[in-house]
């Protein structure tokens, strides 16, 4: 076992070695950041200059080289624009993202799951029927256009929601958050629903299927045979095991919500490692962007390790192996 | 009886609510900008939000009013005392936020300071370069020596504010961004920052100057347009900027707000490519194989292209009124412009014959570029243009992308025609004859921003005659001379000059500023 | 149910049905998803057709006048030659002509770029599965590098290498998505091959190929047709995304996605149909598509039949 994870350790080492290579090779592809950067009123001397202060003037292998010296101690270099720690930058903007992702996860389950529940159960009934053509409209609509007709109908035209920002922090442990505050909530109420529209979707698609599949299962006939309530089948035997699949799904997907709520953070103004990943792809701030990827791909081999690590313990035909 | 004295007690107790928090929350001013600031540094990123927010917090010795003409601030007079010496006299009793004096130990701190900030990614100090030697000659007069006599001295100062020699000796961009010295002489103290949402402000009660109106200022930037009116027709903030010509009738018919206009310094406007002599990239015949040699050349073509296109009708149509059709690099008000040059009625007819005349009778194949994320409308600019220059038989495909890409071709001259902007802060037409049109001359600093590579020798003489005079007069028509001839030859085609459009609550006034920036300190209720 | 019972002659008994007619015949049980179906043939048939039916070419400028720009639906041009039934854009695009040809691109972007990004990721996936060890690993990591790459960086990137160009979105989606079919197919292959008849295809020392492509491979089937179908809806709305981040198709040949994106700027200014009637368009399209593909795997899931 813990050579299995020494060797993911390793494997995730070499993951961040070659996502560091892609990024460092694709931002100078795509362009020059002193370019976009400098001001319009700049001549050939200051562009130079300005292209030696962020150390663009050496040869990119140069440059990746020090980046990983400097890395290995640690430091994953400072963004070319706000003159700061990348890491820094990416810490203070991580709370607004995690707490969006998560009042996003918590929406998904507390609504689709109760939805998918009854889909699953009375699968031919209108209700059913009705639920899962709103699901497919969660799947279709893209994200930005719902989030500006949110923003019309609540904030616009009611006027029951703020339309954009944060709202009121609490600061714990140096980091402000949200969700603490009647004002950082509303706030946070339409960016999550926004966010979490297709997890919705997905939680009510993915129980109802599990429902359908447990529901003909032996063990449920066998349960309705000794007399168990209907209540208890569902609430207890049923439940148990849907929630397998709906846990791991919406355990990769928080992955991929937090690192990539990008439209809706900037549909509302939200200022969170979404708005500065596409901020810093933008001005193509590539020690913000290698450190902001880097972190992801951590955290999503963490994920997948706990996704395979779970998958062995509950399905014991797939063994974790290094042979 | 108790219904009354609890009646009684519930006004009276409403009452002291409202007296306490009325004022404050009239004097609360919440503004949205679609420019995100980058650092509270005044002295580390030229970019223009960056300039906005340090205009609040800090002063410059010389400043920019409404009409992009330069005006006294921290200083209050100026003259040249030598072909090479500009001496300033200095504001007196004026002090930083926290108490220290402004005198001339900090210019020259400042001065000095300026081109050595680390890391900088576009410093100010191309507008400190020509000064050679700052000298102190009294606490209230500084002299100025500059390399060769330089007229720009005043404009440029402008873009420099000033910053303490006792708070601010090495400081660091980070202690600037966490408020610790973000400290000026400014009409506003700094509350807090949050990089990528909003800056707060209190008014600063000892400035020198006109008192700003707001007690406290939230400062947010919301990047994406619609979102940004949103939250004006939401009230969730009273003020912002950059209003998308797609919103401006909606808005004009909204009784809950208002707009306000300037026109702008900012120049929308075609470079053309003039490096290639042979292939130019991004052209071909109408079959689509090369023609051997770049039509782009011959000043006919030119003179059809830009003939071909109607500027009323992207005004009306794409800009909804939001600019102004223009034939040369500024306003016709301005300072070096040219007052009787118009942009003309379309010529398609006319453009056809230059094209035949110069050898294209079917025309050709050309792709127009631009970027889709960086000035107002470009992707439906380029596509309207694309529209207009097929109609003369110049077949027209076109390409808009983000800036990032954009910006990275146009200066590695891959690309034939292309839509850039130029904002002149400055207000005179130096800034883009020399940037944009001026032969690329990296030693002198000339045609920094010169994507199309064009060249005259009859106007770098005159503009090189033009920024060693200092006499205003001869300036401006030395000036005028060199814009002729530029706007003759077709050496850019310019489109339309941008207009500044702010919208706020009603009850509102705000002094529109032909420079697009946005401070607190210009808004204020209406009377 | 009446349609199953109906077919079949009552004479001549006990024939068996071929898999393929069963499936027909299970699939046309649910009528909700039959419609669906006919919906979609309809729409691929006008996105074929485009060119022919279309009152107008709005891929070519030469057609177009900003002067017609933004005009009510009804309304007729400039020239009084033609009514733009649905309105038109802010470059006097017809928008009924903009939606046909939209349809084109959306549905080639998605269903090109879905069924490219299946091959390539059930195969990647089935590899990863079947072979273990060290290619299990490289593969799988490879995974880990592409899901933690956003989308847009991705697309920037081949943007950048690549220029712009419908052909460069589709691979940029392909570059996106195959991730998502290589872990889905591995996780369904880890199963499958433990499985009885797996080991008894290796006794038999059948060529690894063999027993990839025809015995592991069909029973990953069904997972895989529901995810496609998903996938090109998803791919769809990507693609509309990429655009309102200004990084999708050419802006002269837009999707239904560039539609919407280019008329959202005007929700608020009142002229809704510029996003609207393209977002209808788009929303039956993936609500067709999906409704296929939901009924699609209820017929293929063994474990569902009664």
Request: proline share 6%; charged share 20%; net charge neutral.
């Amino acid at each position: 076992m813990s050579v299995y994870l020494l060797r993911r350790l390793i494997q995730a080492a070499l993951v961040m070695l070659a996502m560091s290579v892609i990024v460092f090779i694709g931002v100078y592809a795509i362009g020059d950041p002193v370019e976009i950067l400098i001001s319009p009123d700049a001549d050939q001397a200051e562009r130079a200059r300005a292209i030696a202060a962020l150390g663009l003037d050496k040869p990119l292998w140069e440059q990746y080289l020090s980046f990983l010296g400097n890395a290995l101690r640690g430091d994953l270099g400072r963004s070319f624009v706000f003159n700061e720690p990348a890491l820094k930058l990416i810490g203070q903007r991580a709370p607004a993202t995690l707490e969006l992702a998560f009042a996003a996860m918590i929406l998904a389950i507390l609504i689709g799951l109760p939805l998918g529940l009854y889909a699953g159960l009375r699968p031919d009934g209108f209700g059913a029927k009705a639920i899962m053509a709103g699901s497919i409209l969660g799947f279709s609509l893209p994200t930005f256009w719902v989030g500006l007709m949110l923003i019309m109908v609540f904030a616009v035209q009611l006027g029951w929601l703020p339309s954009t920002g944060r709202g009121e922090t609490v600061d714990i442990l140096g980091l402000r958050w949200s969700f603490l505050t009647a004002d950082g909530l509303a706030h946070m109420a339409m960016p999550a629903l926004n966010l979490a529209l297709f997890k919705i979707s997905l939680v009510i698609r993915l129980t109802r299927a599990g429902v359908r599949e447990t529901m003909l299962m032996d063990f449920v006939k066998f349960a309705r045979a000794k007399g168990l309530a209907p209540s208890r089948i569902i609430g207890v035997h049923v439940f148990k095991n849907i929630l397998i699949p709906v846990v791991t799904v919406t355990g990769l997907e928080l992955g991929s919500t937090i690192a990539f709520s990008v439209v809706t953070e900037s549909v509302f103004a939200w200022p969170g490692m979404g708005k500065l990943i596409i901020d810093s792809i933008n001005v193509l701030d590539r020690p913000v962007i290698v450190a902001y990827l880097m972190s992801i791909v951590l955290m999503f081999i963490v994920i997948n390790l706990v996704v395979d690590l779970l998958y062995s313990v509950l399905d014991p035909r797939v063994r974790l192996e290094s042979k | 009886m108790k219904k009354l004295v609890s009646a009684a007690a519930t006004a009276a107790f409403s009452a002291l609510i409202g007296a306490g928090a009325l004022p404050a929350g009239a004097q609360t001013l919440n503004l949205a900008v679609g420019a995100p600031v980058t650092s509270l540094d005044p002295h580390y990123h030229a970019l223009s939000p960056n300039y906005a927010v340090a205009d609040m917090l800090f002063d410059s010795l010389t400043a920019f009013d409404a009409r992009a003409r330069v005006q006294p601030r921290l200083a209050e007079s100026w003259k040249p005392v030598g072909e090479n010496v500009w001496e300033f006299k200095l504001r007196p009793n004026v002090t930083f936020h926290n108490g220290n004096a402004f005198t001339a130990e900090d210019v020259a701190f400042t001065i000095a300071r300026v081109p050595t900030v680390p890391n900088s990614p576009s410093s100010y100090g191309i507008y400190t370069r020509a000064i050679q030697r700052v000298e102190v000659v009294d606490p209230l007069t500084v002299r100025f020596h500059t390399n060769g006599a330089y007229p720009l001295l005043p404009v440029d100062l402008g873009q420099i504010q000033m910053l303490d020699s006792e708070t601010h000796a090495n400081p660091l961009t980070e202690e600037f961004n966490s408020g610790k010295l973000a400290i000026g002489t400014g009409p506003f103290r700094m509350v807090s920052y949050r990089s990528g949402d909003r800056i707060e402000y209190v008014r600063n009660d000892a400035y020198f100057g006109d008192k700003p109106h707001w007690q406290r200022v939230n400062y947010r930037m919301i990047t994406n347009d619609a979102a940004r009116t949103a939250a004006l027709l939401s009230g969730d903030v009273d003020f912002i900027d950059q209003v998308p010509t797609s919103d401006i009738t909606k808005l004009r018919g909204d009784q809950r707000v208002q707009l306000s206009e300037a026109d702008g310094l900012r120049l929308i406007f075609l470079a053309l490519d003039h490096a290639h002599e042979g292939n130019s990239p991004l052209i071909t015949d109408n079959d689509g194989k090369p023609l051997g040699h770049n039509p782009l050349r011959d000043v006919r073509v030119r003179r059809a292209l830009s003939m071909a296109i109607d500027r009323q009708a992207i005004t009306d149509r794409v800009m909804e009124g939001a600019s102004l059709p223009s034939a040369q690099l500024l306003p016709p008000t301005a300072f070096g412009a040219l007052p009787d040059r118009q942009a003309g009625r379309p010529d398609p007819e006319g453009a056809r014959r230059l094209l035949a005349a110069a050898g294209y009778p079917q025309g050709f194949r050309i792709q127009l570029n631009g970027p889709n994320d960086r000035y107002m409308n470009d992707a439906r600019i380029i596509q309207a243009i694309g529209q207009m220059w097929t109609r003369i038989g110049v077949r027209t495909a076109v390409e808009g992308q983000p800036w990032a890409t954009f910006v990275g071709r146009a200066g590695r001259q891959e690309l034939s025609a292309m839509l850039v902007g130029w904002g002149t802060s400055s207000g005179e037409p130096t800034s883009p004859l020399r940037s944009l049109l001026a032969t690329v001359t990296p030693a002198r600093g000339w045609g920094g921003s010169n994507r199309g590579r064009y060249s005259n020798p009859a106007m770098d003489a005159k503009l090189d005659e033009g920024l060693r005079t200092l006499d205003d007069a001869k300036r401006e028509a030395l000036l005028r001379e060199a814009t002729t001839i530029a706007m003759d030859d077709v050496g850019i085609i310019p489109i339309h000059i941008q207009k500044n459009i702010w919208a706020m609550r009603r009850g509102l006034q705000h002094e529109a500023r032909a420079d697009e920036l946005t401070r607190a300190q210009d808004i204020r209720p209406a009377p | 149910m009446s349609v199953t019972t109906a077919t079949p002659t009552p004479d001549k008994a006990p024939r068996v049905e071929t898999p393929l007619q069963r499936f027909i015949s299970e699939f046309a049980e649910s009528k909700l998803a039959l419609g669906a179906l006919i919906v979609f043939l309809c729409i691929v048939l006008i996105a074929l057709f485009a060119p022919l039916i279309a009152p107008q070419n709005p891929y070519d400028l030469a057609q177009l006048d900003i002067m017609d720009g933004r005009l009510e639906p009804g309304s007729r041009n400039g020239d009084d030659t033609m009514t733009f039934w649905l309105g038109t854009d802010d470059q006097g695009r017809d928008m009924l002509s903009g939606i046909m040809y939209g349809l084109r691109i959306s549905l080639m972007v998605g269903a090109g770029s879905a069924i490219v990004a299946a091959v390539v990721g059930a195969s990647l996936g089935m590899l990863a599965a079947y072979a273990g060890g060290k290619t299990d690993t490289v593969i799988m990591r490879l995974v880990d590098l592409q899901l933690s790459f956003p989308t847009i960086l991705s697309a920037l990137m081949i943007l950048a290498f690549l220029g712009k160009g419908i052909m460069n979105v589709v691979i940029a989606l392909i570059v996106v998505e195959w991730a998502y079919y290589a872990r889905t197919v591995r996780g369904t292959a880890l199963v499958e091959r433990r499985r009885e008849y797996i080991e008894a295809a290796q006794c038999l020392a059948l060529p690894t190929r063999r027993i990839i492509f025809r015995h592991l491979l069909p029973n990953c089937m069904p997972p895989l047709i529901v995810v496609a179908t998903i996938q090109i809806a998803r791919a769809i709305a990507l693609e509309a995304t990429l655009s309102f981040l200004g990084l999708g198709v050419p802006i002269t040949e837009p999707s239904l996605g560039l539609l919407i994106a280019n008329g959202y700027e005007y929700m608020l200014s009142g002229k809704y149909w510029i996003s609207f009637y393209p977002g209808i368009a788009l929303l039956v399209t993936i609500v067709s598509i999906n409704l296929v593909g939901d009924h699609l795997r209820d017929v293929l899931n063994p474990r569902l039949k009664k």
